[in-house]
C-alpha cells in the first residue's frame, strides 16, 4: 500500500537550510551542481510539496550502474518533473547526472535523507589553515597530487589526493 502522507520535511530545512524553487534551482543550476560535487546537499521543491534533493554521488547508497541517467543539459530542462518523479510515494530511486558521461551528482527524493544521520562536514582546507594547520602538498608516487593537513605538533589530521592541486584540497578528510 502506497502512504500518500506528506512528511514533514522540518529536519531536513534545519540541517541543510530552506529549499531552493525549481525555478531558482535552473537559474542557478552550476553553482548547485558544483557545490553537489564538492559535497553540499540542496533542497529543490516543486509546489511546496514536492521535494527532491540534489545530492552528491557519496549520498547515494548501492551500485551506480543501472541507474537512470540524465545530462546535466538534460536535468536542468527537466528539472520540474524530475522532482515531480522524486517526490512520488513510490520513489523509483535515484537519478545520476553526468557531464561528459561521467557521474558528478545525483537527484533523489528529499524523503531519502530523512531519518539518516547528520553527516559530518569535511574539513575545507580554508578551516583547516585558520586551525592553525599546515597543508602540505606534493606529487603522489603514482602521479597525481596529495595533500597533507597537519596539527601544530606534526599530527596527520586529514589527508587528500586528485589529479591537481585543487582536487586534493577539495578532497581533504573524505
Known sequence: MI?????SFDELEARYGPPVGVEDA??????LV???RDGTTTLITRERWE???????SQVSGVLSGLPVLSLSTARAKLGDLVRQAAQPYDEGP????RHRSPVAAL???RRLLGRPATRRRPAAEELLAEGRTITLAGGPLGGITAIARDRDGEVVATGSGDTAAEALRSLGE
Not at 502512504?3 to 512528511?7: T, Y
Not at 537519478?95 to 553526468?98: D, K, S
Open 26 to 31: 535552473r537559474a542557478r543550476w552550476g553553482s
Open 108 to 110: 533523489i527524493s528529499a
Open 3 to 7: 502512504d500518500m502522507e506528506r512528511p
Open 95 to 98: 537519478v545520476l547526472l553526468t
Open 34 to 36: 558544483r557545490a553537489a
Open 51 to 57: 521535494w527532491a534533493a540534489l545530492v552528491p554521488l
